[in-house]
């Protein structure tokens, strides 16, 4: 193929594209209009007048809903709004403040955390903020890479918590093995500054085919007495509205218990109102039936991407069963020249080094891709772009 003629003649149509975040399209959000049928005109709601303050913790039939998505025992999770990364920033907050063991993070010249790679932006972004340091660790296509992790908890005393997106990890879509998970509690179990786990379950219901069974990490560490190093989080985002879901927290009794104090200092309660329509809607509305609706709609923009990705040659790129992202790895170096040739054709792609902390992807070759929002016509020719800009990227490379 000529690909600088390809690229000029795209170049002229002036397009607009983008395929940067993983957002549910138009068409899975209408899946979840029957959410404002409900007029609650009853108020009360499991014993509690949902108008007024308290609950803290959530209603206890949406607590139910939440254990339900996250695949745990209800005794552990709380309900509050709709941002799980709003959860997020309040435990660390708290975590700075009053900490959990030794005393508060912010009583410790350092604090670092491990974060797998390829992985989550907003983690790092979250991280950045805090003033948190960072330490890379290889991911294995089922999870960090055990002996890495050891190593490095073993060798630095300044780590204090690992992120981990455990199923459909964003963004190589990979699913962390048993024996991943089993490896992770065994070695924070045993660290002596109370390492925590940071398992942010965001895929945890976001199946493409029917094979979606999933460790109870909670379950797991009970057999192991560890339940304290996990707080898990998730939310329903994507599940029914995106700006207006229900968001999830899990922790052990005793973790619940030292938080309490602090996250009832930050706010009177969630919202109620939100959590009861939720609640009936799911009461109507099987969960896995309505998860199987949203997979309808994305896996053929999954089958797209791939199916465009193998009609070339280069690269190579991840086949995710679930979740909202694929990866795609160039060779060394090519990734920010690959992204800069799309936007010049008007296509909109994450940032080079997203991928990674602070950033810096050092090798330059991973790029994350988000085919949810757009619609079909708008991905093929989305990909028609990246394609053209992956070919031209390699041809002047040689």
């Known amino acids: 193929m000529d690909y600088l003629s390809k690229f000029e003649e795209l170049k002229s149509k002036e397009l607009s594209l983008d395929l940067t975040r993983g957002k549910p399209s138009s068409d899975q959000l209408d899946l979840s209009n029957g959410l404002m049928s409900f007029s609650e005109n009853d108020f009360l709601y499991d014993g509690v007048d949902i108008r007024n303050y308290g609950e803290i913790k959530g209603l206890d039939s949406c607590r139910e809903l939440g254990a339900e998505i996250l695949g745990c025992s209800k005794e552990y999770v709380w309900a509050g709004g709709n941002s799980s990364l709003s959860l997020m920033s309040q435990f660390m907050s708290f975590l700075f403040v009053e900490g959990i063991g030794e005393g508060p993070w912010n009583s410790k010249k350092r604090v670092s955390v491990l974060c797998p790679v390829p992985g989550?932006?907003?983690h790092f972004n979250?991280?950045?903020?805090?003033?948190?340091?960072?330490i890379p660790v290889s991911l294995t296509g089922t999870g960090p890479d055990?002996?890495?992790?050891k190593r490095l908890i073993d060798s630095d005393e300044s780590i204090r918590g690992m992120w981990c997106v455990p199923k459909y990890s964003n963004p190589t879509g990979e699913i962390y093995s048993h024996q991943t998970i089993d490896g992770l509690l065994e070695i924070f179990s045993k660290t002596k500054n109370k390492t925590l786990i940071f398992w942010d379950n965001a895929?945890?219901?976001h199946d493409l085919y029917d094979d979606s069974s999933f460790?109870?990490?909670?379950?797991?560490?009970?057999?192991?007495?560890?339940?304290?190093?996990?707080?898990?989080?998730?939310?329903?985002s994507k599940i029914t509205f995106a700006g207006s879901g229900i968001a999830f927290i899990a922790m052990s009794l005793n973790n619940q218990n030292k938080f309490l104090p602090f996250y009832s200092s930050l706010m009177i309660g969630p919202d109620k109102l939100n959590q009861a329509r939720h609640v009936r809607f799911f009461n109507q509305v099987?969960?896995?039936?309505?998860?199987?609706r949203h997979a309808a709609i994305i896996k053929p923009k999954f089958d797209l991407v791939i199916n465009k990705l193998e009609s070339q040659k280069f690269g190579k790129w991840t086949r995710p069963k679930g979740g909202y992202f694929l990866l795609f790895e160039a060779d060394k170096g090519l990734a920010k020249k690959i992204i800069?040739?799309?936007s010049e054709l008007g296509l909109k792609?994450?940032?080079a080094g997203a991928t990674h902390p602070y950033g810096l992807d050092e090798e330059d070759k991973f790029i994350r891709i988000a085919p949810t929002a757009c619609s079909l016509d708008e991905l093929d020719t989305a990909m028609d772009v990246f394609l053209c800009c992956i070919g031209l990227a390699y041809e002047q490379a040689q």
């Open 120 to 122: 989550y932006d907003r």
């Open 126 to 134: 979250l991280c950045e903020k805090f003033g948190i340091n960072m």
């Open 146 to 149: 055990l002996e890495e992790v």
């Open 203 to 205: 895929y945890a219901v």
């Open 215 to 236: 460790d109870d990490i909670f379950a797991m560490a009970k057999t192991k007495g560890c339940e304290d190093v996990v707080v898990q989080f998730g939310s329903s």
């Open 286 to 292: 099987d969960l896995k039936d309505h998860m199987k």
């Open 340 to 342: 800069n040739l799309a």
């Open 349 to 351: 792609l994450t940032p």
